[in-house]
Every structure is written in C-alpha cells, then in structure tokens.
C-alpha cells in the first residue's frame, strides 16, 4: 500500500509539526482538551481508536481505523481518544509549533468559551 497525504488535499493548512501517538496501554483515554488555534489532522496509520469530538453543542464519534481516513480536527473542537488498538499508530499532522499557550484543558472553561463565540 502507498498512501499520500498532500496539502492542499487532506490537509487544509502547512504543516508545521507532525507527531505520532502509539505503544498506547489498553483501556488509557487520552486528549481531553480543545485548541484555541491549533489546527491538526489525525490518521491512523496502524491500528485504530475512537475519537470523540465536541464543538460545545453536540457531541460525535469517529472510529479511525483506516490509513486512508484522515480526520480534521478544528480549533475549538474538544476531543477524547479512546479504544485504541494494542497496534495503533496514530499520526497527527499540526499547522503550528507545540504551544502549551493554545491548550484548553478545562472542560467547562471550554463550553463557556465556545459559548461566547458561537
Ligand atoms: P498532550 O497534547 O496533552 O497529549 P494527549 O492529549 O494525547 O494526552 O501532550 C502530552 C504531553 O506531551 C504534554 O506534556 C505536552 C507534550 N507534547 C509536546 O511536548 N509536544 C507535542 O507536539 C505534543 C503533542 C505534546
């Protein structure tokens, strides 16, 4: 298999950062924030987890389990990952440099700043 990810096609922005997510131990949930800026793109290379994505008024589930399936994630989009796979490679194409600064943790401060906005 060969499979090319282009900006321009499913990456919306120039990538300035790409990490990768793997050797997750079973039953661990991670992510749990939003960005207040941060564009990224999430594809699982290996494997598969859930992702679950909240934009301060509903909530929806995306199982990633293709190499093919890349899925933007938006600023201000909360976001939990889940049931990821023993084998799960998941790789994270970010349009900026890692900035703790842009980091929204806090779940309630996070709907009353999606609130504000809307
Ligand atoms: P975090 O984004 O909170 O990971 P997750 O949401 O998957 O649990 O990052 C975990 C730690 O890694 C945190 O201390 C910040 C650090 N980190 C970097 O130093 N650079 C990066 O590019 C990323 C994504 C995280």
């Given at each position: 298999m060969l499979i090319p990810v282009e900006v321009g096609q499913a990456v919306p922005f120039d990538i300035k950062r790409v990490y990768t997510v793997f050797d997750t131990k079973p039953g661990v949930r991670r992510g749990f924030h939003a960005h207040h800026r941060l564009q990224q793109v999430a594809i699982a290379v290996a494997g598969s987890c859930r992702m679950v994505l909240d934009?301060?008024?509903?909530?929806?589930t995306v199982?990633?389990?293709?190499?093919d399936l890349a899925l933007t994630l938006p600023p201000m989009v909360w976001h939990e990952m889940e049931d990821f796979s023993d084998n799960c490679v998941l790789l994270v194409l970010a349009d900026d440099v890692y900035d703790e600064n842009d980091y929204i943790?806090?779940?309630?401060?996070?709907?009353?700043?999606s609130r504000a906005r809307a």
């Open positions: 934009d301060g008024k509903a909530r929806t199982i990633l389990d293709r190499p943790r806090d779940y309630d401060a996070f709907l009353e700043l």
